[in-house]
């Protein structure tokens, strides 16, 4: 009769158990010193060796003469329990839930042992006893025979009244490490003489995640496949995608090719692999760039055959670690998603076309994504020695001065006066583009006065007859709309207060006479504008298009703001707020 490898290689001892060292020192050191519970809860993903180790402390309770803990395997009531024996009964609670079974169990725990010190009773799957099944079990398991002993199997405790957790001793079963899983199996290759490839049994061992049962069971398949254990056969059997094109899919997402990265998903696909797969796969793949990324031991940690570490290694080099982190976070998400999707695949194609397009995603880890890639291109740039320009800053940026008279045509000539060339001018700031975009010149920037110029030019001196003319004063606007629009270009030209341009930006314009007004509906506004510094810049501004008489007023008239200021007065100790 062929038994499968997990039966067959079943532990027999605590010694040949893969890891779960606290668990089985703990149960060594009770039967050693002869302190045996009446109750024990073993708790633990599946496949990690709880009934294992149930049966093999039930058969080391009730041995002769235990060596280091385990059954000699030799006594005769080793060699009964091994036979079969009423001293060890298994229930399975799945499908033996009911209230009557518990009752049945209460009945048999009455009679003593036949062969052994203990009678022990192993409930597998104990969270799926019904709730008159747990009452009907807890008088028992609270003051059982002196000869009894129970040992409760889960993998879900949290299902488990806290009655029933609270008399039993709980050990925890963990997920058992891959290399452990790897000596393992090859232990067990070994004993079947089969051949296999080390990163065949590091695929099945990654497969098995952390239970041992799990992994005997994907390495029987793949035995079955092939006369040898190979990485290529081990990957045919597990259904995953060609690691190739997986590889190419990868490539296209994190180098933000949509078009590929469809184009190989759309050809996967249609190779009759399932949606699910090919996802588990890309995380997979991604999780192994990651790891190659940030990790100096990785070619040691993943096992891969060369030929494929070299293109995962490949693709790490060539992308940005955010972006990486980005693609898994994004797939993780799709992973748990996809489960209740009506249409899997759109979820899937969607997901991708969002990784491979981070420009057009608004989401911070997208934003981060572009933001290297454009370093990345900048850095490139300046080692191909080309110089980036950075353009002058707003503040900073010195107004250009017109040449006027000779000074203009002596510029406009090629060579200098002895027949050199001339530098360029510097190039005009950026805002003089954007304010000045209709045509009309920047008014000029009227000079500082310094000791120097006092010194050299006196305050009644006369124009020089050098031939050329005397600027002629700016002619101001007659419209008081294209007055403000000046006002408002040159108020942006030349004063560096944003709060100040900000608020004359509300501001309305009228003419009364020559008087230029400029009217504002909001008291603290006007009041601001009124401050000395204020009023000098207006004025200053105001002078270079030409007006020299201004003022600013409340459009709400004298009679409505007297009305205001006598509530005030009247009522003093009330705060009143004018909107």
């Known amino acids: ?94 499908s033996n839930n009911g209230v009557n079974e518990m009752r049945d169990l209460r009945e048999k725990v009455q009679y003593p042992p036949v062969n052994g010190k203990y009678k022990v009773f192993i409930v597998d799957e104990v969270h799926m006893l019904t709730e008159s099944a747990f009452n009907a079990l807890l008088k028992t398991l609270e003051e059982p025979p002196a000869h009894a002993v129970f040992i409760l199997a889960t993998t879900e405790p949290q299902k488990l009244p806290a009655t029933i957790l609270s008399r039993c001793m709980r050990l925890d079963f963990k997920l058992i490490p891959e290399e452990d899983l790897e000596k393992h199996l090859m232990k067990v290759l070994d004993g079947i003489g089969k051949k296999y490839e080390k990163e065949a049994v590091a695929a099945i061992a990654r497969a098995g995640a952390g239970s041992d049962r799990d992994m005997l069971s994907i390495a029987e398949m793949c035995i079955a496949y092939s006369d040898e254990l190979t990485y290529e056969g081990v990957t045919a059997v597990l259904g995953a995608a060609d690691h190739h094109v997986t590889c190419a899919l990868v490539s296209a997402l ?18 009759g692999k399932a949606v699910g797969v090919l996802l588990r796969n890309v995380l997979d793949l991604l999780n192994q760039v990651l790891v190659v990324k940030t990790c100096r031991t990785a070619e040691k940690l993943l096992s891969l055959p060369k030929q494929l570490y070299d293109e995962v290694k490949q693709i790490a080099d060539g992308a940005d670690g955010k972006a990486i982190l980005r693609a898994v976070e994004i797939m993780a998400k799709t992973e748990s998603e996809i489960r209740y ?43 191909t020695g080309i110089s980036v320009r950075q353009e002058p800053s707003v503040q900073t940026s010195p107004v250009r001065e017109q040449p ?52 050299k030019e006196p305050a009644d001196s006369a124009p020089k007859e050098s031939g050329t003319p005397p600027v002629s004063p700016v002619a101001a606007p007659k419209d008081a709309m294209t007055a403000f629009g000046m006002f ?34 909001n008291e603290t506004v006007l009041r601001s504008l009124r401050r000395d510094e204020h009023t ?44």
């Open 1 to 94: 009769m062929h038994l499968s490898l997990y039966r067959k290689f079943r532990p027999q001892s605590f010694d040949e158990m893969v890891r779960q060292e606290h668990v089985v020192r703990i149960l060594k050191n009770q039967i050693e010193s002869r302190s045996i519970g009446h109750a024990y809860l073993f708790t633990g993903p599946r496949g990690t060796g709880k009934t294992t180790v149930a049966r093999i402390f039930a058969r080391a309770i009730n041995c002769e003469d235990p060596v280091d803990g385990s059954p000699c395997g030799k006594c005769p009531a080793c060699l009964a329990l091994q036979n079969g024996s009423l001293d060890v009964t298994e229930i399975d609670a799945a």
């Open 254 to 271: 994190l180098n933000a090719d949509c078009g590929e990265a469809i184009e190989r998903t759309e050809h996967i696909l249609s190779e």
């Open 341 to 383: 999707a009506v249409s899997p695949r759109i979820v899937l194609e969607t997901a991708i076309m969002r990784i491979a397009t981070p420009t057009e995603d608004y989401d911070i880890d997208a934003l981060l994504v572009r933001m290297n890639a454009l370093e990345k291109e900048l850095a490139e740039l300046k080692q």
């Open 404 to 455: 006027i008279g000779n000074e203009a045509e002596a510029r406009t000539t090629e060579d200098g006066p002895e027949g050199e060339e001339l530098p360029p001018p510097p190039e005009e700031p950026i805002f003089e583009e954007a304010y000045f975009s209709d045509g009309e010149m920047p008014f000029e920037q009227p000079k500082a006065e310094t000791p120097d110029t006092k010194q």
């Open 488 to 521: 408002m270009r040159t108020l942006r030209k030349t004063c560096r207060n944003g709060v100040l341009v900000t608020i004359c930006s509300d501001l309305e314009a009228e003419y009364e006479g020559d008087l230029f007004v400029l009217y504002t509906d």
């Open 536 to 579: 000098a810049v207006l004025k200053d501004v105001l002078g270079q298009i030409g007006i020299a008489e201004f003022d600013v007023r409340n459009r709400r008239g004298p009679e409505k703001q007297d009305g205001i200021e006598q509530l005030k007065r009247d009522f003093k100790d009330y705060p009143i707020e004018v909107k």
